[in-house]
Protein backbone atom coordinates (compact mmCIF):
# COMPACT_ATOMS: atom_id res chain seq x y z
CA UNK A 1 0.00 0.00 0.00
CA UNK A 2 2.59 2.77 0.72
CA UNK A 3 4.16 2.11 -2.53
CA UNK A 4 0.23 3.33 -4.02
CA UNK A 5 -0.96 -0.58 -4.85
CA UNK A 6 -4.35 -0.30 -3.42
CA UNK A 7 -7.16 -2.58 -4.01
CA UNK A 8 -10.42 -3.96 -1.70
CA UNK A 9 -8.52 -7.27 -1.51
CA UNK A 10 -5.53 -5.68 0.12
CA UNK A 11 -7.27 -3.07 2.22
CA UNK A 12 -9.53 -5.81 4.14
CA UNK A 13 -5.98 -8.39 4.78
CA UNK A 14 -4.68 -5.10 5.84
CA UNK A 15 -6.90 -4.36 7.94
CA UNK A 16 -7.37 -7.51 9.23
CA UNK A 17 -3.74 -7.74 10.22
CA UNK A 18 -4.35 -4.86 12.34
CA UNK A 19 -7.49 -5.44 13.99
CA UNK A 20 -6.80 -8.82 15.35
CA UNK A 21 -3.48 -7.87 16.42
CA UNK A 22 -5.52 -5.34 18.21
CA UNK A 23 -3.71 -2.02 16.67
CA UNK A 24 -7.40 -0.26 16.59
CA UNK A 25 -5.75 2.70 15.59
CA UNK A 26 -4.41 1.95 11.81
CA UNK A 27 -7.21 -0.58 11.65
CA UNK A 28 -9.35 1.97 11.44
CA UNK A 29 -7.53 3.97 8.91
CA UNK A 30 -7.34 0.91 6.86
CA UNK A 31 -11.21 -0.43 6.80
CA UNK A 32 -12.23 3.55 6.67
CA UNK A 33 -10.41 3.26 3.47
CA UNK A 34 -11.84 0.20 2.86
CA UNK A 35 -15.46 1.79 3.06
CA UNK A 36 -15.56 4.70 1.56
CA UNK A 37 -13.70 3.65 -1.43
CA UNK A 38 -14.76 0.59 -2.55
CA UNK A 39 -18.40 0.15 -0.61
CA UNK A 40 -19.63 -2.36 -3.50
CA UNK A 41 -16.84 -4.89 -2.28
CA UNK A 42 -16.96 -4.51 1.39
CA UNK A 43 -18.58 -7.59 3.25
CA UNK A 44 -20.67 -6.54 6.13
CA UNK A 45 -18.08 -8.34 9.09
CA UNK A 46 -15.97 -5.34 7.63
CA UNK A 47 -18.53 -2.63 8.50
CA UNK A 48 -18.76 -4.54 11.96
CA UNK A 49 -14.78 -4.34 12.57
CA UNK A 50 -14.83 -0.84 11.35
CA UNK A 51 -17.58 0.10 14.03
CA UNK A 52 -15.64 -1.65 16.61
CA UNK A 53 -12.37 0.16 15.88
CA UNK A 54 -14.08 2.94 16.33
CA UNK A 55 -15.44 2.22 19.58
CA UNK A 56 -12.57 1.51 20.47
CA UNK A 57 -11.18 5.16 19.70
CA UNK A 58 -13.98 6.51 21.24
CA UNK A 59 -15.88 7.86 18.43
CA UNK A 60 -19.36 6.32 18.99
CA UNK A 61 -20.99 8.64 16.85
CA UNK A 62 -19.34 7.30 13.57
CA UNK A 63 -19.18 3.52 14.76
CA UNK A 64 -23.10 4.01 15.76
CA UNK A 65 -23.22 5.15 11.62
CA UNK A 66 -21.02 2.18 10.96
CA UNK A 67 -22.62 -0.42 12.58
CA UNK A 68 -25.99 0.93 10.96
CA UNK A 69 -24.54 -0.06 7.74
CA UNK A 70 -23.61 -3.39 9.00
CA UNK A 71 -27.27 -3.99 10.13
CA UNK A 72 -28.25 -2.79 6.59
CA UNK A 73 -26.44 -5.13 4.92
CA UNK A 74 -27.35 -7.87 6.63
CA UNK A 75 -30.44 -9.58 7.98
CA UNK A 76 -29.85 -12.68 10.11
CA UNK A 77 -27.06 -11.83 12.31
CA UNK A 78 -26.82 -12.03 15.70
CA UNK A 79 -24.98 -8.98 16.26
CA UNK A 80 -26.93 -7.02 14.19
CA UNK A 81 -30.48 -8.16 16.33
CA UNK A 82 -28.11 -7.32 19.40
CA UNK A 83 -27.64 -3.78 18.67
CA UNK A 84 -30.81 -3.23 17.30
CA UNK A 85 -32.67 -4.67 19.94
CA UNK A 86 -30.56 -2.27 22.65
CA UNK A 87 -31.80 0.87 22.91
CA UNK A 88 -28.66 2.49 24.32
CA UNK A 89 -26.21 -0.29 25.17
CA UNK A 90 -24.02 2.74 26.22
CA UNK A 91 -26.38 3.78 29.11
CA UNK A 92 -26.79 -0.30 29.96
CA UNK A 93 -23.50 -0.51 30.23
CA UNK A 94 -23.18 2.88 32.34
CA UNK A 95 -25.58 1.14 34.95
CA UNK A 96 -23.67 -1.52 35.75
CA UNK A 97 -19.71 0.66 35.80
CA UNK A 98 -18.29 2.06 38.94
CA UNK A 99 -18.62 -1.68 40.70
CA UNK A 100 -14.86 -2.71 40.59
CA UNK A 101 -12.07 -1.44 42.44
CA UNK A 102 -9.01 -2.07 40.46
CA UNK A 103 -5.20 -2.57 41.19
CA UNK A 104 -2.11 -3.55 39.38
CA UNK A 105 -1.46 -7.09 39.98
CA UNK A 106 2.32 -6.94 41.56
CA UNK A 107 3.85 -9.64 39.22
CA UNK A 108 3.49 -7.72 35.92
CA UNK A 109 6.73 -7.01 33.79
CA UNK A 110 7.79 -5.26 30.36
CA UNK A 111 6.20 -8.84 28.79
CA UNK A 112 3.05 -9.94 28.45
CA UNK A 113 1.33 -11.46 31.62
CA UNK A 114 -2.61 -12.72 30.94
CA UNK A 115 -4.82 -15.61 31.86
CA UNK A 116 -4.72 -15.92 35.47
CA UNK A 117 -6.26 -18.68 36.90
CA UNK A 118 -6.98 -19.65 40.73
CA UNK A 119 -4.74 -22.57 41.91
CA UNK A 120 -4.46 -23.40 45.55
CA UNK A 121 -3.67 -20.46 47.92
CA UNK A 122 -2.00 -18.26 44.33
CA UNK A 123 -2.79 -18.13 40.75
CA UNK A 124 -1.06 -19.76 38.05
CA UNK A 125 -0.74 -17.31 35.05
CA UNK A 126 1.33 -17.46 31.35
CA UNK A 127 3.60 -14.85 30.19
CA UNK A 128 6.49 -14.65 27.82
CA UNK A 129 9.15 -12.81 29.95
CA UNK A 130 12.48 -13.51 29.85
CA UNK A 131 13.34 -17.31 31.05
CA UNK A 132 16.79 -17.00 29.42
CA UNK A 133 15.90 -19.05 26.45
CA UNK A 134 18.00 -19.32 23.86
CA UNK A 135 17.52 -17.58 20.41
CA UNK A 136 15.98 -20.49 18.42
CA UNK A 137 13.20 -20.78 20.74
CA UNK A 138 11.97 -17.09 20.06
CA UNK A 139 9.05 -16.11 18.23
CA UNK A 140 10.49 -15.28 14.56
CA UNK A 141 7.91 -12.44 14.39
CA UNK A 142 8.56 -10.29 17.16
CA UNK A 143 11.91 -11.88 18.86
CA UNK A 144 9.97 -12.59 21.93
CA UNK A 145 10.01 -15.73 24.02
CA UNK A 146 7.39 -18.16 23.56
CA UNK A 147 4.39 -17.91 26.18
CA UNK A 148 4.89 -20.13 29.29
CA UNK A 149 2.77 -20.98 32.74
CA UNK A 150 3.89 -19.88 36.00
CA UNK A 151 2.85 -19.48 39.38
CA UNK A 152 2.58 -17.04 42.16
CA UNK A 153 1.83 -17.51 45.59
CA UNK A 154 1.23 -21.40 45.20
CA UNK A 155 3.60 -22.89 47.24
CA UNK A 156 6.30 -22.20 49.77
CA UNK A 157 8.83 -22.10 46.70
CA UNK A 158 6.54 -19.52 44.40
CA UNK A 159 5.84 -17.08 47.85
CA UNK A 160 6.12 -13.80 46.46
CA UNK A 161 8.12 -14.56 43.81
CA UNK A 162 7.16 -15.81 39.90
CA UNK A 163 8.48 -19.34 39.52
CA UNK A 164 7.99 -21.80 35.75
CA UNK A 165 4.93 -24.36 36.88
CA UNK A 166 7.00 -27.15 35.64
CA UNK A 167 9.32 -28.12 33.07
CA UNK A 168 6.80 -30.79 32.21
CA UNK A 169 3.97 -28.58 31.11
CA UNK A 170 6.04 -26.08 29.39
CA UNK A 171 7.66 -26.22 25.83
CA UNK A 172 9.28 -24.48 23.03
CA UNK A 173 6.05 -23.59 21.90
CA UNK A 174 3.03 -21.20 23.50
CA UNK A 175 1.34 -22.48 26.68
CA UNK A 176 -1.51 -20.29 28.33
CA UNK A 177 -4.88 -20.14 29.31
CA UNK A 178 -5.67 -23.06 32.34
CA UNK A 179 -8.06 -24.22 34.53
CA UNK A 180 -7.65 -26.88 37.68
CA UNK A 181 -9.63 -29.12 39.94
CA UNK A 182 -10.35 -27.89 43.68
CA UNK A 183 -7.88 -30.39 44.49
CA UNK A 184 -5.14 -29.28 42.56
CA UNK A 185 -4.27 -32.42 41.35
CA UNK A 186 -5.34 -32.14 37.79
CA UNK A 187 -4.40 -29.28 34.82
CA UNK A 188 -6.16 -28.73 31.65
CA UNK A 189 -4.39 -25.79 29.76
CA UNK A 190 -3.82 -24.77 26.09
CA UNK A 191 -0.78 -25.01 24.03
CA UNK A 192 0.41 -25.14 20.49
CA UNK A 193 -0.40 -28.51 18.56
CA UNK A 194 2.85 -30.03 19.78
CA UNK A 195 3.47 -33.33 19.29
CA UNK A 196 6.67 -35.63 19.86
CA UNK A 197 9.13 -32.42 20.42
CA UNK A 198 7.54 -30.35 17.25
CA UNK A 199 4.86 -28.25 16.39
CA UNK A 200 2.39 -29.25 13.92
CA UNK A 201 0.96 -27.07 10.72
CA UNK A 202 -2.33 -27.30 9.31
CA UNK A 203 -3.06 -27.26 5.31
CA UNK A 204 -2.71 -23.81 5.40
CA UNK A 205 0.03 -23.60 7.54
CA UNK A 206 -1.23 -22.65 10.63
CA UNK A 207 -0.14 -24.03 14.07
CA UNK A 208 -3.42 -24.53 15.83
CA UNK A 209 -4.15 -24.32 19.34
CA UNK A 210 -5.15 -27.58 21.44
CA UNK A 211 -6.14 -28.33 25.36
CA UNK A 212 -4.11 -30.43 27.16
CA UNK A 213 -4.42 -32.15 30.60
CA UNK A 214 -1.80 -33.37 33.14
CA UNK A 215 -1.83 -34.82 36.66
CA UNK A 216 0.03 -34.37 39.49
CA UNK A 217 2.12 -36.81 41.28
CA UNK A 218 4.17 -36.65 43.95
CA UNK A 219 4.73 -32.88 43.10
CA UNK A 220 5.78 -33.39 39.35
CA UNK A 221 3.01 -32.74 36.51
CA UNK A 222 2.95 -36.00 34.30
CA UNK A 223 0.62 -37.85 31.98
CA UNK A 224 -0.25 -34.69 29.58
CA UNK A 225 -2.44 -35.75 27.02
CA UNK A 226 -4.19 -33.98 24.58
CA UNK A 227 -7.87 -34.42 24.81
CA UNK A 228 -10.12 -36.41 21.88
CA UNK A 229 -11.61 -33.62 20.67
CA UNK A 230 -8.66 -31.50 19.50
CA UNK A 231 -7.99 -31.24 16.06
CA UNK A 232 -4.34 -30.36 13.50
CA UNK A 233 -7.34 -28.53 11.59
CA UNK A 234 -9.39 -25.77 14.35
CA UNK A 235 -8.14 -24.55 17.32
CA UNK A 236 -9.51 -26.12 20.91
CA UNK A 237 -8.54 -23.69 23.89
CA UNK A 238 -8.96 -21.51 26.92
CA UNK A 239 -10.55 -24.60 29.38
CA UNK A 240 -12.92 -23.64 32.23
CA UNK A 241 -14.76 -26.21 34.80
CA UNK A 242 -18.24 -25.99 35.78
CA UNK A 243 -18.77 -26.01 40.22
CA UNK A 244 -19.38 -29.66 39.67
CA UNK A 245 -16.05 -30.71 37.36
CA UNK A 246 -18.30 -32.78 35.31
CA UNK A 247 -18.28 -29.73 32.57
CA UNK A 248 -15.22 -28.54 30.35
CA UNK A 249 -16.40 -25.34 28.97
CA UNK A 250 -13.61 -24.06 25.98
CA UNK A 251 -13.10 -21.61 23.01
CA UNK A 252 -13.25 -23.03 19.50
CA UNK A 253 -13.29 -22.45 16.01
CA UNK A 254 -13.88 -25.76 15.01
CA UNK A 255 -17.17 -26.87 12.62
CA UNK A 256 -20.56 -25.71 13.67
CA UNK A 257 -18.77 -22.47 15.04
CA UNK A 258 -21.06 -19.30 14.38
CA UNK A 259 -18.11 -16.69 14.12
CA UNK A 260 -14.52 -16.16 14.12
CA UNK A 261 -14.52 -18.46 18.18
CA UNK A 262 -17.45 -19.78 19.84
CA UNK A 263 -18.13 -21.24 23.47
CA UNK A 264 -18.38 -24.76 23.88
CA UNK A 265 -19.02 -27.19 26.33
CA UNK A 266 -18.60 -30.96 26.88
CA UNK A 267 -19.15 -33.02 29.59
CA UNK A 268 -16.79 -34.98 31.37
CA UNK A 269 -17.69 -38.85 32.12
CA UNK A 270 -16.85 -40.59 35.27
CA UNK A 271 -14.48 -42.55 33.74
CA UNK A 272 -11.96 -39.20 32.43
CA UNK A 273 -13.55 -39.91 29.15
CA UNK A 274 -15.66 -36.93 27.40
CA UNK A 275 -19.03 -36.78 25.34
CA UNK A 276 -19.64 -34.46 22.54
CA UNK A 277 -19.00 -30.52 22.45
CA UNK A 278 -21.66 -29.11 21.96
CA UNK A 279 -22.17 -25.21 21.40
CA UNK A 280 -23.48 -22.47 24.14
CA UNK A 281 -25.82 -21.36 21.07
CA UNK A 282 -26.83 -17.81 19.88
CA UNK A 283 -27.70 -15.92 22.60
CA UNK A 284 -24.48 -16.27 23.89
CA UNK A 285 -22.22 -16.96 21.05
CA UNK A 286 -21.93 -14.12 18.18
CA UNK A 287 -20.58 -14.27 14.44
CA UNK A 288 -17.43 -12.59 16.18
CA UNK A 289 -15.24 -13.55 18.95
CA UNK A 290 -16.55 -15.23 22.15
CA UNK A 291 -13.92 -16.82 24.25
CA UNK A 292 -12.01 -16.78 27.41
CA UNK A 293 -14.80 -18.83 29.33
CA UNK A 294 -15.19 -18.81 33.31
CA UNK A 295 -17.40 -20.12 35.45
CA UNK A 296 -17.84 -19.23 39.18
CA UNK A 297 -19.20 -21.33 42.06
CA UNK A 298 -22.54 -20.09 41.47
CA UNK A 299 -23.01 -20.99 37.36
CA UNK A 300 -22.31 -17.55 36.34
CA UNK A 301 -20.61 -17.62 32.97
CA UNK A 302 -17.81 -14.77 32.41
CA UNK A 303 -16.44 -14.53 28.94
CA UNK A 304 -14.76 -12.11 26.41
CA UNK A 305 -16.70 -10.72 23.27
CA UNK A 306 -16.26 -8.02 20.37
CA UNK A 307 -19.26 -9.40 18.98
CA UNK A 308 -21.93 -8.18 21.97
CA UNK A 309 -22.53 -4.39 22.50
CA UNK A 310 -19.33 -3.36 23.91
CA UNK A 311 -16.22 -0.28 24.55
CA UNK A 312 -14.59 -1.66 22.02
CA UNK A 313 -11.74 -4.81 21.19
CA UNK A 314 -12.79 -7.31 24.05
CA UNK A 315 -15.10 -6.53 26.27
CA UNK A 316 -15.72 -8.75 29.73
CA UNK A 317 -19.81 -10.25 29.76
CA UNK A 318 -21.86 -12.45 32.42
CA UNK A 319 -24.34 -14.53 31.92
CA UNK A 320 -26.12 -17.17 34.60
CA UNK A 321 -26.07 -20.61 33.13
CA UNK A 322 -27.68 -22.35 36.17
CA UNK A 323 -29.51 -25.52 35.25
CA UNK A 324 -28.29 -25.65 31.77
CA UNK A 325 -29.97 -22.27 30.45
CA UNK A 326 -28.03 -20.69 27.98
CA UNK A 327 -30.46 -17.94 26.67
CA UNK A 328 -30.49 -15.79 30.11
CA UNK A 329 -29.31 -11.88 29.98
CA UNK A 330 -26.11 -11.17 28.34
CA UNK A 331 -24.89 -8.17 30.65
CA UNK A 332 -21.30 -5.86 29.91
CA UNK A 333 -19.78 -6.11 33.34
CA UNK A 334 -19.03 -2.48 32.92
CA UNK A 335 -16.19 -0.18 33.20
CA UNK A 336 -13.54 0.18 34.85
CA UNK A 337 -13.12 -3.94 34.48
CA UNK A 338 -13.66 -2.97 30.32
CA UNK A 339 -11.77 -0.09 28.56
CA UNK A 340 -11.75 0.41 25.11
CA UNK A 341 -9.56 -2.04 24.37
CA UNK A 342 -9.20 -5.35 25.15
CA UNK A 343 -10.24 -7.18 28.36
CA UNK A 344 -9.92 -11.00 28.68
CA UNK A 345 -9.46 -13.69 31.02
CA UNK A 346 -11.63 -12.78 33.40
CA UNK A 347 -11.87 -14.90 37.20
CA UNK A 348 -14.08 -14.18 40.05
CA UNK A 349 -14.11 -15.59 43.32
CA UNK A 350 -17.91 -15.10 44.31
CA UNK A 351 -16.66 -15.94 48.04
CA UNK A 352 -14.38 -13.09 48.51
CA UNK A 353 -15.69 -11.05 45.59
CA UNK A 354 -12.17 -10.79 44.28
CA UNK A 355 -10.77 -11.73 40.77
CA UNK A 356 -8.49 -11.08 37.92
CA UNK A 357 -8.73 -10.39 34.05
CA UNK A 358 -6.01 -8.95 31.73
CA UNK A 359 -6.12 -6.17 29.50
CA UNK A 360 -3.77 -4.52 26.98
CA UNK A 361 -5.40 -1.06 28.06
CA UNK A 362 -2.77 2.18 28.37
CA UNK A 363 -0.49 2.24 31.39
CA UNK A 364 0.22 -0.98 31.75
CA UNK A 365 3.58 -2.29 31.99
CA UNK A 366 3.57 -4.67 29.08
CA UNK A 367 1.93 -5.85 25.85
CA UNK A 368 -1.04 -7.41 27.93
CA UNK A 369 -1.19 -6.67 31.92
CA UNK A 370 -3.16 -8.66 34.87
CA UNK A 371 -5.15 -6.63 37.18
CA UNK A 372 -6.79 -7.10 40.67
CA UNK A 373 -9.95 -6.10 41.54
CA UNK A 374 -12.49 -5.76 44.45
CA UNK A 375 -16.18 -6.20 43.24
CA UNK A 376 -18.17 -3.72 45.44
CA UNK A 377 -21.32 -4.19 43.97
CA UNK A 378 -23.44 -7.29 42.78
CA UNK A 379 -23.66 -7.30 39.01
CA UNK A 380 -27.62 -7.96 38.11
CA UNK A 381 -28.44 -10.87 35.83
CA UNK A 382 -31.91 -11.87 36.52
CA UNK A 383 -34.61 -8.81 36.11
CA UNK A 384 -37.69 -10.24 37.42
CA UNK A 385 -41.08 -8.96 36.75
CA UNK A 386 -44.38 -9.74 38.64
CA UNK A 387 -47.07 -9.72 36.81
CA UNK A 388 -51.09 -10.39 37.53
CA UNK A 389 -54.09 -10.07 36.94
CA UNK A 390 -57.61 -11.00 36.09
CA UNK A 391 -59.41 -12.95 33.32
CA UNK A 392 -62.84 -12.02 32.08
CA UNK A 393 -65.54 -12.67 29.49
CA UNK A 394 -65.46 -9.41 27.35
CA UNK A 395 -69.30 -9.12 27.24
CA UNK A 396 -70.52 -10.28 30.18
CA UNK A 397 -67.27 -8.96 32.52
CA UNK A 398 -67.92 -12.62 34.38
CA UNK A 399 -64.67 -13.75 35.86
CA UNK A 400 -63.41 -17.31 34.24
CA UNK A 401 -61.89 -19.64 36.25
CA UNK A 402 -59.48 -22.27 35.53
CA UNK A 403 -58.62 -19.88 31.80
CA UNK A 404 -54.85 -20.69 31.47
CA UNK A 405 -51.79 -17.41 31.84
CA UNK A 406 -48.69 -18.85 29.09
CA UNK A 407 -45.60 -16.74 28.67
CA UNK A 408 -44.11 -17.51 25.36
CA UNK A 409 -40.12 -16.10 24.64
CA UNK A 410 -39.49 -14.32 21.19
CA UNK A 411 -39.10 -17.39 19.63
CA UNK A 412 -42.30 -18.80 20.02
CA UNK A 413 -40.94 -21.32 23.17
CA UNK A 414 -43.46 -21.71 26.08
CA UNK A 415 -41.99 -20.45 29.23
CA UNK A 416 -44.33 -21.12 32.00
CA UNK A 417 -48.11 -21.12 32.54
CA UNK A 418 -50.27 -20.79 34.90
CA UNK A 419 -54.27 -21.16 35.72
CA UNK A 420 -56.55 -18.44 37.03
CA UNK A 421 -58.05 -19.17 40.70
CA UNK A 422 -61.88 -19.13 41.85
CA UNK A 423 -61.52 -15.59 41.34
CA UNK A 424 -60.53 -15.38 37.88
CA UNK A 425 -57.10 -13.89 39.14
CA UNK A 426 -53.47 -14.92 38.42
CA UNK A 427 -49.95 -14.04 38.90
CA UNK A 428 -46.38 -15.18 37.43
CA UNK A 429 -43.18 -14.27 37.50
CA UNK A 430 -41.36 -12.85 34.32
CA UNK A 431 -37.73 -12.53 32.96
CA UNK A 432 -37.51 -8.44 31.76
CA UNK A 433 -34.52 -8.79 30.75
CA UNK A 434 -35.95 -10.37 27.31
CA UNK A 435 -39.29 -9.53 25.83
CA UNK A 436 -42.35 -12.23 26.42
CA UNK A 437 -45.79 -12.45 25.10
CA UNK A 438 -48.46 -12.62 27.75
CA UNK A 439 -51.42 -14.84 26.19
CA UNK A 440 -54.33 -16.03 28.19
CA UNK A 441 -56.83 -18.82 26.49
CA UNK A 442 -59.55 -21.22 27.94
CA UNK A 443 -62.26 -23.15 26.18
CA UNK A 444 -64.70 -21.40 23.78
CA UNK A 445 -62.87 -18.59 23.33
CA UNK A 446 -60.57 -16.50 21.19
CA UNK A 447 -56.93 -16.33 22.97
CA UNK A 448 -55.82 -12.59 23.71
CA UNK A 449 -52.15 -11.53 24.25
CA UNK A 450 -49.95 -8.81 24.97
CA UNK A 451 -46.47 -8.18 24.07
CA UNK A 452 -44.31 -7.42 26.95
CA UNK A 453 -40.55 -5.48 26.31
CA UNK A 454 -37.41 -5.23 28.05
CA UNK A 455 -38.23 -3.18 30.96
CA UNK A 456 -37.31 -2.92 35.10
CA UNK A 457 -38.49 -5.46 37.58
CA UNK A 458 -41.50 -2.38 38.04
CA UNK A 459 -44.73 -4.96 38.95
CA UNK A 460 -47.27 -4.73 35.80
CA UNK A 461 -51.18 -5.24 35.64
CA UNK A 462 -52.43 -7.31 32.37
CA UNK A 463 -56.30 -7.67 32.65
CA UNK A 464 -57.64 -10.01 29.77
CA UNK A 465 -61.00 -9.43 28.21
CA UNK A 466 -61.80 -12.63 25.87
CA UNK A 467 -64.06 -12.82 23.29
CA UNK A 468 -66.17 -16.22 22.56
CA UNK A 469 -65.02 -18.00 19.78
CA UNK A 470 -68.99 -18.83 19.31
CA UNK A 471 -72.03 -16.77 19.48
CA UNK A 472 -74.90 -18.82 21.44
CA UNK A 473 -77.67 -16.76 21.29
CA UNK A 474 -81.65 -16.99 21.74
CA UNK A 475 -84.74 -14.80 21.64
CA UNK A 476 -84.68 -11.58 23.34
CA UNK A 477 -81.09 -11.36 23.14
CA UNK A 478 -79.22 -8.02 22.27
CA UNK A 479 -76.87 -9.37 19.11
CA UNK A 480 -75.07 -5.52 19.31
CA UNK A 481 -73.72 -6.96 22.75
CA UNK A 482 -73.38 -10.68 21.15
CA UNK A 483 -71.47 -8.84 18.05
CA UNK A 484 -69.89 -6.13 20.50
CA UNK A 485 -70.80 -3.65 18.14
CA UNK A 486 -69.77 -0.21 18.22
CA UNK A 487 -72.17 2.91 19.26
CA UNK A 488 -74.33 3.38 15.96
CA UNK A 489 -74.53 7.11 15.26
CA UNK A 490 -76.77 9.56 13.61
CA UNK A 491 -76.00 13.25 13.16
CA UNK A 492 -78.05 14.95 15.52
CA UNK A 493 -81.96 15.91 14.24
CA UNK A 494 -81.08 13.18 11.51
CA UNK A 495 -81.89 9.59 10.93
CA UNK A 496 -79.90 8.38 7.67
CA UNK A 497 -76.80 6.17 9.08
CA UNK A 498 -73.20 7.83 9.24
CA UNK A 499 -70.51 6.15 7.18
CA UNK A 500 -68.97 5.59 9.95
CA UNK A 501 -72.01 3.74 11.59
CA UNK A 502 -72.41 1.75 8.21
CA UNK A 503 -69.35 -0.84 9.57
CA UNK A 504 -71.52 -2.01 12.49
CA UNK A 505 -75.04 -2.16 10.66
CA UNK A 506 -72.69 -4.49 8.46
CA UNK A 507 -72.14 -6.76 10.81
CA UNK A 508 -75.84 -7.68 11.67
CA UNK A 509 -75.64 -8.39 7.95
CA UNK A 510 -73.11 -10.50 7.81
CA UNK A 511 -74.97 -12.72 11.33
CA UNK A 512 -77.87 -12.73 9.43
CA UNK A 513 -76.54 -13.93 5.96
CA UNK A 514 -74.55 -16.86 7.70
CA UNK A 515 -77.52 -17.89 9.87
CA UNK A 516 -80.62 -17.64 7.57
CA UNK A 517 -83.24 -18.28 10.00
CA UNK A 518 -82.08 -15.24 12.14
CA UNK A 519 -84.86 -12.60 12.55
CA UNK A 520 -84.41 -9.41 14.37
CA UNK A 521 -86.14 -6.35 15.67
CA UNK A 522 -84.44 -3.23 15.47
CA UNK A 523 -85.10 -0.87 18.81
CA UNK A 524 -83.77 2.77 18.70
CA UNK A 525 -83.35 4.99 21.50
CA UNK A 526 -82.75 8.50 22.15
CA UNK A 527 -81.63 10.42 24.77
CA UNK A 528 -83.86 13.16 26.48
CA UNK A 529 -82.89 16.33 25.14
CA UNK A 530 -85.91 17.60 23.32
CA UNK A 531 -89.80 16.91 23.59
CA UNK A 532 -90.82 13.75 24.64
CA UNK A 533 -92.94 13.07 21.04
CA UNK A 534 -89.93 14.83 18.76
CA UNK A 535 -87.70 11.79 20.42
CA UNK A 536 -90.64 9.23 19.87
CA UNK A 537 -90.65 10.23 15.80
CA UNK A 538 -87.04 10.56 15.89
CA UNK A 539 -86.11 6.81 16.59
CA UNK A 540 -88.90 5.80 14.74
CA UNK A 541 -87.30 7.40 11.82
CA UNK A 542 -83.67 6.02 12.99
CA UNK A 543 -85.25 2.60 13.07
CA UNK A 544 -86.57 2.58 9.53
CA UNK A 545 -83.14 4.10 7.95
CA UNK A 546 -81.58 1.03 9.73
CA UNK A 547 -83.71 -1.54 8.73
CA UNK A 548 -83.99 -0.11 5.21
CA UNK A 549 -80.33 -0.21 4.49
CA UNK A 550 -80.41 -4.11 5.49
CA UNK A 551 -83.06 -4.33 3.04
CA UNK A 552 -81.08 -2.09 0.52
CA UNK A 553 -78.02 -5.04 0.78
CA UNK A 554 -79.73 -7.83 0.62
CA UNK A 555 -81.53 -8.71 4.06
CA UNK A 556 -84.99 -9.78 3.14
CA UNK A 557 -88.21 -7.53 5.08
CA UNK A 558 -89.98 -10.63 6.43
CA UNK A 559 -87.14 -10.81 8.87
CA UNK A 560 -86.93 -7.67 9.96
CA UNK A 561 -88.91 -5.76 12.09
CA UNK A 562 -88.85 -2.12 13.95
CA UNK A 563 -89.66 0.29 16.81
CA UNK A 564 -88.76 3.81 17.81
CA UNK A 565 -89.04 4.24 22.06
CA UNK A 566 -87.51 7.76 22.20
CA UNK A 567 -87.04 8.40 25.68
CA UNK A 568 -88.92 6.11 27.09
CA UNK A 569 -86.59 3.36 28.20
CA UNK A 570 -83.29 5.19 29.37
CA UNK A 571 -80.83 3.32 31.26
CA UNK A 572 -79.40 5.85 33.77
CA UNK A 573 -80.96 8.53 35.64
CA UNK A 574 -80.44 11.48 33.01
CA UNK A 575 -84.39 11.99 32.29
CA UNK A 576 -85.69 15.10 31.57
CA UNK A 577 -84.63 18.34 33.76
CA UNK A 578 -81.36 15.98 34.98
CA UNK A 579 -77.97 17.77 35.43
CA UNK A 580 -75.90 14.75 33.26
CA UNK A 581 -72.52 15.44 31.40
CA UNK A 582 -72.40 14.73 27.61
CA UNK A 583 -71.15 11.20 28.16
CA UNK A 584 -74.26 9.92 30.00
CA UNK A 585 -76.52 11.01 28.48
CA UNK A 586 -75.09 9.70 24.89
CA UNK A 587 -75.36 5.97 26.82
CA UNK A 588 -79.20 6.63 26.09
CA UNK A 589 -78.77 6.58 22.36
CA UNK A 590 -78.57 3.39 21.07
CA UNK A 591 -79.74 1.12 18.70
CA UNK A 592 -80.54 -2.73 19.84
CA UNK A 593 -80.89 -5.26 17.75
CA UNK A 594 -83.15 -8.11 19.43
CA UNK A 595 -83.17 -11.62 18.23
CA UNK A 596 -87.06 -12.72 17.69
CA UNK A 597 -86.11 -15.81 16.23
Not at 88 to 113: C, Q
Amino acid sequence: MDKGYVSADLLKKLGNSYYFNADYVEAAEVYKRLVENYPSDVDPKYYFRYAQTLKTLGEYKNSKAAMGKFIEATSNDVRATTFSGEKDYLEEIKKNSGRYDIGAFEYNSPYSEFAPSFYKEGIIFSSDRDTGNFARYRHTWNSKDFLDLYKVNVDSSSLNSVTKLGDKLNTRLHESTSISTKDGNTIYFTRNNYKEGNYVKDENGVIRLKIFKATLFDGVWTNTVELPFNSDSYSVAHPALSPDEKILYFASDMPGTLGESDIFKVSIDGDGGFGTPVSLGKTINTEARETFPFVTSEDVLYFASDGHPGLGGLDIFATKIADAKLDGAIVNVGESVNSNMDDFTFIFDEESRKGYFASNRSGGQGADDIYTFIENTPLVLECVQEISGTVRDKVTNDILVGATIKVIDENNVDILSTITDSEGNYSLSLDCFQGNFVRALTQGYVPSEEYLEKSDSKPKIIDFYLERDTVTAGFGDDLAKLLQLSTIYFDFDKYNIRKDSEVEVEKVIAAMEKYPSLKIKVNSHTDSKGKDSYNLMLSQKRAEATINYMIANGITADRLEKEGFGETKLINQCSNGSNCTAAEHELNRRSEFIILE
